[in-house]
């Protein structure tokens, strides 16, 4: 069983920077990509950034050039750097793992860009 335990997240205002960690413990396969997804009320859960064990990473257009993903794979923990924050950057953000069909999610943080 693979458990993650998310923290950074928080309110901010516009314009402002969080950076959300995700830890990861467990029976963990040495090659897993390791990403962060967000979901508003009402919508989809959708992929913010995802970074490979090999440090390739994959971004959403929202978000290019303004978050960076990355990892310590020797504490197996993702980080995702989030700045120039907009309001709709607001959203429950989850840490997923994954590695072929065996995925894993946790439980969520709350970000929350407002003035």
Same mark, same amino acid.
């Given at each position: ?20 960690? +995700? ?22 859960? !959708?992929?913010?950034? !995802? ?43 989850? +840490? ?20």
């Amino acid at each position: 069983q693979v458990q993650l335990v998310e923290s950074g997240g928080g309110l901010v205002q516009p314009g402002g920077s969080l950076r959300l960690s +995700c830890a990861a413990s467990g029976s963990i396969f040495m090659l897993y990509v390791h990403g962060w997804y967000r979901q508003t009320p009402g919508n989809q859960r !959708e992929m913010v950034a !995802e970074i490979t064990s090999g440090g390739n990473t994959n971004y959403a257009d929202s978000v290019k050039d303004r978050f960076t993903i990355s990892r310590d794979n020797a504490k197996n923990t993702a980080y995702l750097q989030m700045n120039s924050l907009k309001p709709e950057d607001t959203a429950v953000y989850y +840490c997923k793992l994954y590695w072929g069909s065996r995925s894993y999610w946790g439980q969520g943080t709350q970000v929350t860009v407002s003035s």
